[in-house]
C-alpha cells in the first residue's frame, strides 16, 4: 500500500462532502485523555516497585505525585 502524498491529501479533502456532517457528534466535555507517558526505565522500575509494595496501581502514585507538585508549586505562585 503506497502512502499519500500530502497534496493527495488535501484534494481527497477538496473532493469530499462535508455537507450532512454534524459539528460535536463525538465531543465529550468530561472525557478523560489518556496520554501515552514515556518513563526512563530507572524511573519505571522505582515507580513499579512503589507501587507494588503499597499494593497500588503505577497510575495511583504518578497522580499522587503530580498532585503533590501542583499543590507545591501553586503555593509558591500565590
Same mark, same amino acid.
Given at each position: 500500500?503506497?502512502?499519500?502524498?500530502? &497534496?493527495?491529501?488535501?484534494?481527497? /479533502?477538496? %473532493?469530499?462532502?462535508?455537507? !450532512?456532517?454534524?459539528?460535536?457528534?463525538?465531543?465529550?466535555? #468530561?472525557?478523560?485523555?489518556?496520554?501515552?507517558?514515556?518513563? &526512563?526505565?530507572?524511573?519505571?522500575? /522505582?515507580? %513499579?516497585?512503589?507501587?507494588? !509494595?503499597?499494593?497500588?496501581?503505577?497510575?495511583?502514585?504518578? #497522580?499522587?505525585?503530580?498532585?503533590?507538585?501542583?499543590?507545591?508549586?501553586?503555593?509558591?505562585?500565590?
Amino acid at each position: 500500500m503506497e502512502k499519500a502524498t500530502i &497534496e493527495e491529501i488535501k484534494e481527497q /479533502v477538496r %473532493r469530499d462532502d462535508f455537507s !450532512e456532517g454534524e459539528r460535536g457528534k463525538f465531543y465529550h466535555p #468530561n472525557a478523560e485523555l489518556y496520554l501515552p507517558i514515556y518513563l &526512563e526505565p530507572e524511573v519505571a522500575d /522505582v515507580l %513499579r516497585k512503589l507501587a507494588g !509494595e503499597k499494593g497500588v496501581q503505577v497510575d495511583t502514585i504518578v #497522580n499522587d505525585w503530580i498532585k503533590k507538585n501542583i499543590a507545591l508549586i501553586e503555593t509558591v505562585i500565590h
